[in-house]
């Protein structure tokens, strides 16, 4: 009986992190919320999804009941700073606390209970990578064969409202939106590859986000996963996304690299990789800078990030107030809303918010260095620089990152063996170099 009853509890959290994935993808700036024609209450949405997490904790929790769970002390102590800081941060509150409560403490705590209930901590994650990988072969009919070719008509043409704007957009059947051009060369432009986003950038998060996962963090990669995922990133025309692309393969190599011991050519051979790299990043800001709209873009984040620095200059500990966007923008010149997501996070939740973040990561940093396994850090690097980039602070990808590094076991983490061919592939090319190299000295 207890055997069928932990292949039920098993399979029941299997579902349960693909609902928690799509939910995560979906409420990330979705263009549904921002759909004049659809109407939706996020607000009933999300309390919605906590009831549901709730009931999945507890039904999880019920039938594990039995079974005698060991938690390292690293995992207690990050959960009690989580407890320490949100009590603290609530003592002299400023803002809305009911939004604090239901969107950030209590949605936090459930995802904990789930991931520990779970016994993977990356359960979600590779939900998460399988959600999005077949959510950009959609993106990709519809924007090849929609905005691109134009032989898939639109559903209708509806009204999103983002940030300071509102504009009319052809709608495929409100799973992909036409939102967003971007000019190339003599004024022409080129749709980008929005998915059901209201911009690129906020579909390009989520799709590096995936690729960072299926990298870094699953345990059996596919190829032809990351290639669509590839694909996609680049039809967003993102920024964001290209620079993410080169820090990912810098950061996937020297993994690989620096894992073998000796090895002294192949590492010389990356740091050229390295400088290369380098000039390609600044070859993509500058040519961000000069373009129109980049450079309006690049002034807006600027202006963003002093306004952020002013802000918690103004209030290091306690923040400016949660989520209290309209204190920071008055610091700012540009008040079309937030374009930045971790300093404005930083600036509204001061040291003792920021601390729940904060101190888990640096926590497994140092477990990585001191372990000599880096993939689920480089994973939680890549996460924090996206953050910095994009303006997610409020949706519950933030809170669910939280509870994941609060429930990172990095004991666990050493007991997981990675099937990645591309990195077999990498070592046996590093091999037959240091070979040949040793042959011709």
């Not at 979705?30 to 759909?35: C, E, I, L, T, V």
């Not at 680049?234 to 090895?263: C, D, H, P, R």
């Not at 990498?426 to 000295?441: D, F, L, Q, S, T």
């Amino acid at each position: 009986m207890k055997n069928k009853l932990f292949i039920i509890n098993k399979a029941f959290i299997y579902v349960c992190s693909y609902l928690v994935a799509i939910y995560l993808f979906v409420m990330n700036g979705g263009a549904w919320r921002n759909d004049l024609s659809l109407n939706i209450d996020v607000e009933r949405i999300q309390w919605q999804f906590l009831a549901f997490l709730i009931a999945a904790g507890l039904v999880s929790f019920t039938v594990n009941f039995y079974i005698e769970k060991k938690y390292s002390k690293s995992i207690l102590k990050k959960i009690v700073l989580f407890v320490v800081c949100s009590v603290t941060y609530s003592y002299k509150f400023n803002g809305n606390f009911e939004s604090y409560f239901s969107s950030f403490f209590l949605i936090i705590f459930w995802f904990l209970i789930f991931l520990v209930e779970a016994e993977d901590f990356n359960i979600v994650w590779k939900a998460f990578v399988n959600v999005m990988v077949v959510y950009a072969v959609v993106s990709l009919i519809f924007y090849v064969g929609g905005s691109i070719l134009h032989i898939i008509p639109e559903s209708n043409i509806t009204s999103l409202a983002w940030g300071s704007w509102t504009n009319d957009v052809r709608n495929f059947g409100n799973i992909y939106y036409e939102a967003q051009f971007t000019d190339i060369h003599d004024r022409t432009s080129l749709p980008r590859n929005c998915g059901m986003f209201c911009e690129g950038p906020m579909y390009n998060f989520s799709l590096c986000l995936a690729l960072a996962c299926d990298l870094f963090v699953v345990e059996n990669s596919y190829w032809w996963k990351r290639l669509i995922l590839i694909v996609t990133i680049i039809t967003t025309f993102s920024t964001t996304g290209y620079l993410f692309l080169l820090a990912t393969v810098m950061l996937y190599l020297a993994n690989v690299i620096f894992k073998e011991k000796g090895k002294t050519l192949s590492k010389k051979i990356f740091l050229i990789i390295l400088f290369i790299g380098g000039v390609a990043g600044i070859g993509i800001m500058i040519h961000k800078i000069l373009t129109p709209t980049g450079a309006g873009s690049m002034n807006v984040r600027s202006d963003h990030i002093m306004a952020c620095l002013k802000a918690w200059i103004s209030s290091p500990v306690l923040g400016v107030g949660f989520q209290n966007s309209d204190a920071v923008l008055t610091f700012a010149q540009h008040q079309q809303g937030m374009s930045i997501g971790l300093l404005f996070f930083i600036a509204t939740g001061g040291l003792v918010l920021s601390s729940i973040l904060f101190i888990p990561y640096i926590m497994m940093g140092v477990a990585a260095v001191k372990n000599k396994r880096y993939d689920a850090f480089i994973f939680a690097t890549l996460f924090m620089f996206l953050f910095f980039t994009t303006a997610v602070s409020s949706y519950p990808i933030v809170r669910f990152f939280i509870a994941y590094l609060l429930v990172f076991d990095p004991e666990k983490e050493l007991s997981i063996k990675r099937n990645i061919q591309l990195n077999t592939y990498i070592e046996g090319i590093i091999h037959k170099v240091e070979n040949k190299w040793g042959n011709i000295k």
